[in-house]
C-alpha cells in the first residue's frame, strides 16, 4: 500500500536510487525520545557537508525540523505498547535533491486521513504532520509487505525557498 501526499505531486513516490550518490548514511536504533538529539546531530552534519546546505542554515532548520517532527510521530504513535521498537533513518543525496527515509515496524498510519490541509483545523498536539507537509516537497509513505512503515520526504538541494505554497 503507498499513500502520497496529493500535494507532492508526484515527487515522493520510491523508485530506484541509481541518481543518488554512494550509499547512504543510516541509522538505527530504539524508537525513544532519547534518540532523537543523536539523529539530530547525524543530519544536521550530513547537511552541511552537502554544498546547497552549507551556507543556507534556514533551509537546514527546515529539514531537520521536518525529520524531528516524523520521528516523534513515530516515537509517541507507533509503538503505543511497546516503546523503545525498532527504528531506522536512511539519508540519500542526489543530483540537485535528497531524500530522507524512516522505517518502523509500528502500526499502520494513514498519511491522508492524519491531517488536515488548514492550519486552522489543525488539533493541538496534531502540528507536526501538518508542518512536514508544508515543509517537504515530497512525502510518501508505503506499508511493506513484511510489517514496515515507511516514510520518504525529498527536497530539492537550496538556493530558492523550500516552503512549499498553500
Not at 30 to 42: D, F, G, T, W
Request: some cysteine; glycine content about 12%.
Amino acid at each position: 500500500m503507498v499513500e502520497e501526499d496529493p500535494r507532492s505531486k508526484g515527487q515522493g513516490v520510491p523508485g530506484p536510487r541509481s541518481t543518488f550518490r554512494g550509499s547512504p548514511v543510516t541509522w538505527s536504533g530504539q524508537a525513544l525520545l532519547s534518540s532523537l538529539s543523536e539523529v539530530a546531530h547525524l543530519l544536521e552534519a550530513w547537511l552541511r557537508g552537502i554544498e546547497g546546505y552549507r551556507t543556507f542554515t534556514r533551509e537546514q532548520y527546515l529539514v531537520q525540523l521536518a525529520v524531528v517532527e516524523a520521528l516523534t510521530n513515530i516515537i509517541r504513535h507507533a509503538y503505543p505498547d511497546r516503546p523503545g521498537g525498532e527504528i531506522s533513518v536512511r539519508l540519500y543525496e542526489g543530483k540537485g535533491s535528497i531524500e530522507i527515509e524512516i522505517e518502523d515496524r509500528g502500526i499502520p498510519f494513514d498519511l491522508r486521513g492524519s491531517c488536515p490541509a488548514d492550519a486552522e483545523a489543525v488539533e493541538e498536539g496534531g502540528y507536526g504532520l501538518f508542518l512536514i507537509r508544508k515543509i517537504a516537497k515530497g512525502l510518501c509513505y508505503t506499508r511493506k509487505e513484511d510489517g514496515r512503515n515507511c516514510l520518504l520526504m525529498s527536497w530539492d538541494i537550496p538556493g530558492g525557498s523550500m516552503m512549499k505554497e498553500g
